[in-house]
């Protein structure tokens, strides 16, 4: 059975496949992430592939087979031009859409997840700076947003097991389990919680801003480079934890340059 349909969507990766074709992935509003095959999208001015570079929303129509989805037709309406030019724009945006591909189910429906995708990359795209430290903070502070609207949201504030407060310098970090867990509970069930780790009180308060605050105030707060560098760590060791797949290299590489530790 074959179907079309017509979706606005942003195209997440792209890579080679077959001898001249490129697969595709997109994230929809109506379809929620979408795989397809761009045929002869290898070949030199090809048009459809121009037209599906990432960073730009676009019109598509795409054919649904029995074995792959096709797409047939594509308009941009809306480029995002510093992203696409800028090359630390473009690290940022690369790294986070890699990561979204993986992270989302394929066809689930999710409209406001879209929206809140297209407004990041909008807000992304009027920035001027976005470098290094600032970059990989907030795009560590992108990933722990998105993975709670994706369900794997972290508790910042109460304890994993008895649901107490957790108070200042009595709590680990377990980022499997995806949170803070008490003193007390750690020390009544030390078996259970054997892999929870020691967290700097300072490293909880970045998650919590990073997760909770708007965008604009993330870019302006005051941030050290080893705090940024331990916040990091932490939303890697739950978005591996979560999402599927092997992960060959943590997710800053080409945004953050972390000195050499002697
Ligand atoms: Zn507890």
Redesign the pocket.
């Known amino acids: 059975m074959w179907s079309t349909m017509k979706t606005t969507a942003i195209v997440l990766t792209s890579s080679a496949w077959r001898e001249s074709d490129r697969w595709y992935s997109a994230l929809t509003p109506e379809f929620g992430l979408i795989e397809f095959v761009g045929r002869g999208a290898q070949k030199p001015r090809a048009k459809l592939a121009a037209h599906l570079e990432p960073f730009a929303i676009v019109e598509l129509e795409i054919v649904k087979g029995a074995r792959s989805t096709t797409v047939i037709g594509v308009e941009r309406r809306e480029v995002f031009d510093r992203i696409q030019t800028n090359l630390e724009h473009r690290m940022f945006t690369q790294t986070l859409f890699a990561m979204l591909a993986k992270a989302i189910r394929p066809d689930l429906a999710d409209p406001e997840l879209f929206d809140e995708v297209i407004d990041l990359v909008r807000f992304l795209n009027s920035q001027i700076s976005l470098q290094n430290t600032r970059s990989a903070f907030v795009l560590g502070a992108t990933i722990l947003r998105l993975l709670s609207r994706l369900g794997y949201g972290v508790e910042l504030h109460d304890?994993?097991?008895?649901?107490?407060n957790?108070l200042p310098l009595s709590f680990r970090w377990h980022g499997g389990r995806g949170g803070l867990?008490?003193?007390?509970?750690?020390q009544k069930n030390p078996e259970d919680w054997f892999s929870a780790r020691p967290m700097d009180e300072e490293i909880v308060t970045l998650m919590r801003i990073g997760r909770d605050q708007s965008y604009e105030s993330l870019m302006r707060m005051p941030l050290l480079g080893q705090q940024v560098e331990d916040f990091v760590q932490c939303v890697h060791d739950v978005y591996v934890y979560h999402v599927p797949g092997e992960i060959v290299m943590p997710f800053w590489t080409g945004v953050l340059t972390v000195p050499a530790r002697a």
């Open positions: 304890c994993l097991a008895c649901r107490k957790v867990v008490c003193s007390d509970c750690v």
